[in-house]
Structures are given as C-alpha cells and as structure tokens.
C-alpha cells in the first residue's frame, strides 16, 4: 500500500509570527535537514522510500484555480490558505498502521502536521474507472521516470 506524507510545516503557515514564517530566499536549518536525512535514510534501508522532496514558501509558487471552464492565475503567498504543504514523502507499506508509525517517527519541529494519505491503486478503483485510466503513454513514461 502506497502513503503520501505531506509536510505541513509550520513556518510555511498564514498564522506563523512574521519572525518564524518563512519567507523567500528561506532554507531550513542545516541541523533540521541533517535529522530528516537520517529520517529518510531509515525509510530507504527499510525500503519503505518511494519518492520524496521538499517545496519552496508559498511566496514563490503559483495556483491555477479553474471556474466557468476558465483558468485563473494567482501568485503566491496564499494568504487566505489555512495549511501549506512544505514537503511530501511517498512510502510503500504493508498497511495503514505501518504508515503511522513512520509518520509517528519523523523528526519535525513542534507545530508541524504530518498528513497521511492513502494513494488510489487500480485495484481500489471501480472497472469502469479502470478501463478509463487505461494509457499506455502515460504508463510508459511514469515506469521511465520511476527508475531514472
């Protein structure tokens, strides 16, 4: 069973104080990126490691919101955005519990949320909704990018 981990950080939040928000040019502590490494190092011995990565303060990122078959632009910061999603992990487990546990175990700082998200497998979807998401392009190239 697949997880996604979504960090919520809380210096990414509208209701951080402006001393502990972050803000363009921000970069984490090199201490807090030392403790998630470890983190991450035990996720990949325990091969439970899919994919990972970190994301730049809302202030540098864009939302398209769509409406009356339009596409509308906004640039960052969110303000009216109540959670931002500073960073995600994807781990493969054997079950809901396990997932919890290694969300359980990460080395956040007082105030962030973890998020924990099953993703859809074929298997969970309906045949209809199978058939519909059958694409031999798109599955191509997520097999080619998973092993790049």
């Not at 928000?21 to 035990?42: D, H, I, L, Q, S």
């Not at 700082?109 to 924990?116: Q, R, S, T, Y």
């Not at 059958?134 to 080619?144: C, L």
Request: charged share 30%.
């Amino acid at each position: 069973m697949r997880f996604m981990l979504l960090m919520i950080p809380r210096v990414y939040q509208p209701d951080a104080s402006p001393g502990e928000r972050a803000e363009e040019g921000f970069t984490p502590p090199a201490e807090a990126v030392a403790r998630m490494m470890k983190y991450n190092e035990e996720l990949a011995k325990a091969g439970a490691l899919v994919a990972l990565d970190g994301l730049h303060p809302s202030s540098k990122g864009t939302r398209v919101r769509f409406a009356h078959g339009k596409a509308e632009v906004t640039d960052g910061p969110f303000i009216e955005t109540k959670e931002v999603i500073g960073g995600y992990w994807i781990i493969d487990v054997k079950s809901k519990v396990e997932a919890l546990e290694w969300a359980r175990r990460c080395p956040a700082a007082d105030g962030d949320v973890i998020e924990v998200r099953q993703v859809f497998e074929m298997p969970d979807l309906p045949s209809d909704v199978q058939k519909a998401a059958e694409n031999p392009t798109v599955q191509a190239q997520v097999e080619k990018r998973s092993v790049a």
